[in-house]
């Protein structure tokens, strides 16, 4: 079946450095990509999305890069902070799904000071 | 603007009981998504609603489980007969249809006992 799945389990870095969270997509209609970071016991807050017809966008020291060649979505972090610790989803969409979102199982990502 | 309201954030129900679980969207969102989360795992969708309609339900057990998106009121997500396997986080997303914007809710966390 479709599926959106992460390489990296669990990161760890340290304060300052830039991290760097993957994630292979294989539905191909996909049309749609949103990065989710998720604290414990929080709903899933937005970080930044991007369309199928862009390969980069940024946001404030956050950057998502796609490549539909290979069906790949990442998340980079600049200068991780102690308050990035979090899980990150990817999720992506397609308007032939309804706009559900269907979710990869997450990264956790910890911060060491 | 107080974002999408999930009520209640904890609770708990014996086997056997009856879980009601309450999501009001943000104002002017008429589309409203439920998704489950088992603990360390992704999202799941369950079902999407406008108001009045169920327009996918893809995602819903069939037995047991029902909701519904009144003209008035909040998106209720019912569910009979707890069982143990119930137990989970459920999260509702709202959103006005017109893009790809979605806004969680802080989640209702579902405990069978």
């Known amino acids: 079946g479709e599926s959106v799945g992460l390489h990296l389990p669990t990161l760890s870095v340290q304060e300052g450095d830039n991290s760097i969270i993957n994630c292979a997509y294989s539905n191909s209609a996909s049309d749609y990509f949103i990065w989710y970071k998720q604290e414990s016991g929080k709903g899933p807050q937005f970080i930044i999305d991007?369309?199928?017809n862009m390969d980069k966008r940024q946001g404030q020291r956050v950057t998502v890069l796609l490549n539909k060649t290979v069906k790949h979505l990442s998340l980079q972090i600049a200068a991780t902070q102690p308050g990035d610790s979090a899980v990150y989803f990817c999720?992506?969409?397609?308007?032939?799904?309804?706009?559900?979102?269907?979710w990869g199982l997450g990264t956790s990502l910890a911060v060491n000071p | 603007n107080a974002g999408v309201m999930q009520n209640p954030r904890h609770l708990v129900r014996r086997r056997g009981q009856e879980a009601r679980l309450r999501c009001s969207p943000m104002k002017g969102h008429s589309h409203v998504y439920w998704y489950r989360q088992l603990p360390e795992e992704g999202l799941k969708f369950m079902v999407y609603l406008q108001k009045e309609n169920i327009i996918d339900e893809s995602g819903m057990p069939k037995e047991r489980f029902s909701a519904e998106f009144p003209k008035e009121g909040p998106s209720i997500l019912r569910i009979q007969q707890v069982v143990r396997g119930d137990s989970a986080a459920y999260f509702c997303?709202?959103?006005?249809?017109?893009?790809?914007?979605?806004?969680f809710g802080s989640g209702t966390r579902l405990t069978v006992v």
């Open positions: 991007i369309r199928s």
């Open positions: 999720a992506e969409t397609n308007a032939g799904n309804n706009r559900k979102l269907i």
């Open positions: 997303a709202s959103s006005r249809g017109d893009n790809y914007g979605y806004t």
